[in-house]
T-cell receptor
């Protein structure tokens, strides 16, 4: 069974631009969560999607948004990029939200904002 | 919201010795506590987890203990080996794996000295 995949793996943008990151969950997994990882703040929860609905959102500004498609693939979008948005963005999938013990992370997208 | 504190930030032990990493959490409603291992440049991987109805769980050289009253949980690694070198993250979930996502500690860089 293929693991969680994320595209692109690396991305360089400039301040003010917007970016869209993609996450394909493990086949059969319907819950996708997004996390931001930085050296200073560690791993922080962005949001979770299940059945195309955002179930919860972490403490991030409205510039961070996401969506989930009917095939469970998810995208996250960051608008008006700031230098502080430079981070590793990880998505993780699980069969359903209540089974975090079966949650697997993708390899991440390394975003650099210049 | 939940707040997870993790100590120490760096831990250096001799190969073959034991390592202990400790975390405290603030939300008494949290009932799911996973530990992740992240090697350099790789994705976090779940190594062990515990739910609040259990005080201890063991998997070969790795064990986790939970003290609900004191709101702290610990990771114990015995007979450490060079491949145990990595960053370890603890996390807590208030809904046992529901929509609230995971709140992570800042991580512990474990260094195994040969």
């Amino acid at each position: 069974k293929a693991g969680v995949t994320q595209t692109p793996r690396y991305l360089i943008k400039t301040r003010g631009q917007q970016v869209t990151l993609s996450c394909s969950p493990i086949s059969g997994h319907r819950s996708v969560s997004w996390y931001q990882q930085t050296p200073g703040q560690g791993l922080q929860f962005l949001f979770e999607y299940f059945s195309e609905t955002q179930r919860n959102k972490g403490n991030f500004p409205g510039r961070f948004s996401g969506r989930q498609f009917s095939n469970s693939r998810s995208e996250m979008n960051v608008s008006t990029l700031e230098l502080g948005d430079s981070a590793l963005y990880l998505c993780a999938s699980s069969p359903v939200p209540q089974r975090l013990g079966e949650q697997f992370f993708g390899p991440g997208t390394r975003l650099t904002v210049l | 919201g939940e707040n997870v504190e993790q100590h120490p930030s760096t831990l250096s032990v001799q190969e073959g010795d034991s390592a202990v990493i400790k975390c405290t959490y603030s939300d008494s409603a949290s009932n799911y506590f996973p530990w992740y291992k992240q090697e350099l440049g790789k994705r976090p991987q779940l190594i062990i987890d515990i739910r609040s109805n259990v005080g201890e769980k063991k998997d070969q050289r790795i064990a986790v203990t939970l003290n609900k009253t004191a709101k702290h949980f610990s990771l114990h690694i015995t007979e450490t080996q060079p491949e145990d070198s990595a960053v370890y993250f603890c996390a807590a979930s208030p809904s046992g794996g529901g929509a609230d996502g995971l709140t992570f500690g800042k991580g512990t860089h474990l260094i195994i000295q040969p």
